[in-house]
């Protein structure tokens, strides 16, 4: 594990978590969209939705959440200060690129994160995307998550969907793990509503930036295969000199 993630106060064993009260933000506006539908490939694994929110987010690009995927280290707390505990990369994109990258991010608990790894598209099994996407697999005690952030640029933003789902053999099991954890749906609202806070300006900050292992440069463009199934443009590897 990479601890390059920021300062942070380190919890105790039973040591009760510090409260702070969330920073201004701006609750950015729900937009309607169809819902989505599974690709017939996908249709034996059972998903269970567990959550679809569609949102516009002004003042961000498309390209600056690409960047930001491969750089979440330089500005996690800044995202949603005093929910965002912690961040390390377990296994960093400077190592592997974007698949198979793993974080350890602490959002709920600042005793113990979650491990979020990045998938390839193969993993996405919806009918229709928007153009960029980002699909990691969401580790919490027995359940495997998959969490869903796609995005596309608009006029002065960005539309930002994020979805949530499980196959049902997991989640007739173990249930919503969300369910656990009341502050979920506030929390998302928190993170969509802070995006533009703080990205823009991390993102000019760090450009040209000239070591390639410091400043992980992604492309995330999405494409329709043939069979109507979804893929990653560019493979998005390691950096390389």
Sequence with gaps: MIFNGGQRKIYKEGEERIYFEKVPFTIVEK?????????ENYKAKDYVLISDVNEYIPGITAEMVDWWWGNMEKGYHLWAPGEHYGFD????PCEVGYEGSVEASYEFDPHKPFSITRLNMREYPFT????????????IDE?????VHMYQDEKDGIYWRSIVFEER????RLG???ENIPEFPDHMEYESGRLNAFLPQLFELWKGHPDPWENIHYNLSTEQNADGTWRHVYPNPAPSM
């Design 31 to 39: 937009v309607p969209v169809q819902p989505v539908e599974i690709h």
């Design 169 to 172: 053999r997991l989640y007739d």
């Design 143 to 147: 359940s495997q998550l998959i969490l």
């Design 128 to 139: 229709t995307c928007y153009e960029h996407c980002w699909i990691s697999r969401l580790d």
């Design 176 to 178: 919503n793990p969300f």
């Design 89 to 92: 990369w377990i296994v960093p």
